[in-house]
């Protein structure tokens, strides 16, 4: 993909949080990574969705210097950088404060997998991460919010291609894809899962997690070397 093709896909990535009622005033954020070149496509700082134009886009390389853009990138580019620096074959990000999900950062908690909706997208429980100390927030914060998260699946062993979702603490919910599309439908589904999970506990508050040979079969029948969902 060119890098005019990746501005306009990082773009309408944007334009579809706010429509699929992922983000409130500009309370997020979607990018894009060209594999070819590194070149890194995020929105600017603050920007109005309402006013936002593929012009707006802003260009970085792996290290975050500006290569194309006149305006501030998002506040949340070293996070994005972290994740694409160490999750290699991640090609969109999206950063969001929607709702359901968010509750669950607040709240400290993993999104345990009830049911199939989840296991078709997440392979096991959604991760919370720790609790950031005073000393990770000093400073490069929005960096150290990425390592946690890095931290987060190194611990538990989580692979990122088969859990494309984190909830940070305190904070809100990162998702990502192979490209800025697939991290916004991942961010979507996310919101959806959220919801449902806290109204099924809400109903079955000892409820446990579903079966594990449940859960694989739903994943595994759309993910994988053995996938059959959906057309060839």
Known sequence: MNLKMLKEQVLEA???????????????????????????????????????????MVVVNAHGQILEGTL???????????LYRHFPLVGGIVHTHSTWATVWAQSC???????????????GEIPCTPVLTE?????????Q?????????KDAGIDPSQMPAVLVANHGPFTWGVDADAAVHN?????????MALLTLQMTPDLPSMPQYLLEKHFFRKHGPGAYYGQV
Request: aromatic share 8%.
């Open 187 to 195: 961010a979507a589904v996310l919101e959806l899962t959220a919801r």
């Open 109 to 123: 908690r993993g999104i345990p997998p009830l049911g199939t909706t989840h296991a078709d997208y997440f392979f």
């Open 135 to 143: 000393q990770q927030t000093t400073g490069h914060y929005e960096a």
């Open 14 to 56: 944007n334009l579809e949080l706010p429509r699929l009622g992922l983000v409130d005033f500009t309370w997020g954020n979607a990018s894009g990574r060209d594999a070819e070149s590194g070149a890194i496509v995020i929105k600017p700082s603050g920007l109005p969705y309402s006013t936002m134009k593929v012009t707006d």
């Open 72 to 82: 501030k990138p998002s506040s949340d580019l070293p996070t994005h950088l972290e």
């Open 145 to 153: 919010t990425g390592l946690a998260i890095v931290q987060c699946f």
